[in-house]
């Protein structure tokens, strides 16, 4: 696992870090990307709210609009923030987290 600092814009819509593709956008890509573990706020590691929700519907047990409160979750936690927990140690880069 490796931290990648996030960095925000001095109004704070934008927010990005350094993958290994190169600057991307927090909430475009680490949102979506099965690498995403968690997020640092402060001293506390919290986990992406995207993963346990997507565990529980693949198991039927959430409403379907529980990933949309998961995603404005992970939005909440990324102004918060300073920094994302990110499993991709092979350097691969992005990987969906939802397939079709």
């Given at each position: 696992?490796?931290?990648?600092?996030?960095?925000?814009?001095?109004?704070?819509?934008?927010?990005?870090?350094?993958?290994?593709?190169?600057?991307?956008?927090?909430?475009?890509?680490?949102?979506?990307?099965?690498?995403?573990?968690?997020?640092?706020?402060g001293p506390r590691l919290f986990?992406?709210?995207?993963?346990?929700?997507?565990?529980?519907?693949?198991?039927?047990?959430?409403?379907?609009?529980?990933?949309?409160?998961?995603?404005?979750?992970?939005?909440?936690?990324?102004?918060?923030g300073i920094s994302i927990e990110?499993a991709d140690d092979e350097n691969?880069?992005?990987?969906?987290?939802?397939?079709?």
């Amino acid at each position: 696992m490796k931290t990648l600092p996030l960095e925000k814009d001095t109004r704070g819509n934008t927010v990005t870090v350094e993958c290994s593709t190169g600057k991307v956008s927090v909430y475009r890509y680490c949102a979506f990307c099965q690498h995403c573990k968690g997020i640092w706020v402060g001293p506390r590691l919290f986990p992406a709210p995207q993963e346990k929700v997507l565990g529980d519907m693949k198991r039927g047990t959430v409403p379907d609009e529980a990933l949309l409160n998961a995603q404005l979750q992970f939005n909440q936690l990324i102004r918060d923030g300073i920094s994302i927990e990110c499993a991709d140690d092979e350097n691969k880069g992005f990987i969906p987290r939802y397939r079709i």
